[in-house]
T-cell receptor, first 115, second 115 residues
């Protein structure tokens, strides 16, 4: 069964600093995608960044970047120049069943930004 | 607002009552997913539709749960004879393919409390 593990229940960072959120996964899929979603206190999940497993190049979206280590099944999220609006629960997820592409989520990391 | 819309946002019901939630996806998205999220956990897959066809149901979806998507537009999730264990956030997502990856867009969820 596919599993996603986020080992950091909570993280905090000073505003303008950089923080890295960890994620490891286990999958039997040969082709899959990885995602980081953000869930602010209003509870709507928002896509932060996605990575195709067949691509070696790490994905980047403005201040957000990933470190994708396929052999180690690791997919960490780096947030640079942290802003107060980055405070949220962050969920790592992978797709299972290539056709359905349903998501399997980790348990989340609560990120606090200290002003 | 062209995002995924869920109603109601909150529902409190007595144990044994039936409840129904509605999800209006983004109009051009042909896939619709239901997830359940309990406190402190990541969302778990319940079921999904391709247009009006329900293609997969999780083992989490007991026979008290039924979902429909008539005409491939909005979807409803009904829970019959609610139990306290049904208390959770029910999330709906619709999806579109971006560069091969099916990206899910989530609604704000319906929080169900069974008393």
């Amino acid at each position: 069964a596919q599993t996603v593990t986020q080992s950091q229940p909570e993280m905090s960072v000073q505003e303008a600093e950089t923080v890295t959120l960890s994620c490891t996964y286990d999958t039997s899929e040969s082709d899959y995608y990885l995602f980081w979603y953000k869930q602010p206190p209003s509870r709507q999940m928002i896509l932060v960044i996605r990575q195709e497993a067949y691509k070696q190049q790490n994905a980047t979206e403005n201040r957000f970047s990933v470190n994708f280590q396929k052999a180690a099944k690791s997919f960490s999220l780096k947030i640079s120049d942290s802003q107060l609006g980055d405070a949220a629960m962050y969920f790592c997820a992978t797709t299972i069943n290539q056709g359905a592409q349903k998501l399997v989520f980790g348990q989340g990391t609560r990120l606090t930004i200290n002003p | 607002d062209t995002g995924v819309s869920q109603n109601p946002r909150h529902k409190i019901t007595k144990r044994g009552q039936n409840v129904t939630f509605r999800c209006d996806p983004i109009s051009e998205h042909n896939r619709l997913y239901w997830y359940r999220q309990t406190l402190g956990q990541g969302p778990e897959f319940l079921t999904y539709f391709q247009n009006e066809a329900q293609l997969e149901k999780s083992r989490l979806l007991s026979d008290r749960f039924s979902a429909e998507r008539p005409k491939g537009s909005f979807s409803t999730l009904e829970i019959q004879r609610t139990e306290q264990g049904d208390s959770a956030m029910y999330l709906c997502a619709s999806s579109l393919v971006f560069g091969g990856a099916r990206v899910a867009f989530f609604g704000q969820g319906t929080r169900l409390t069974v008393v």
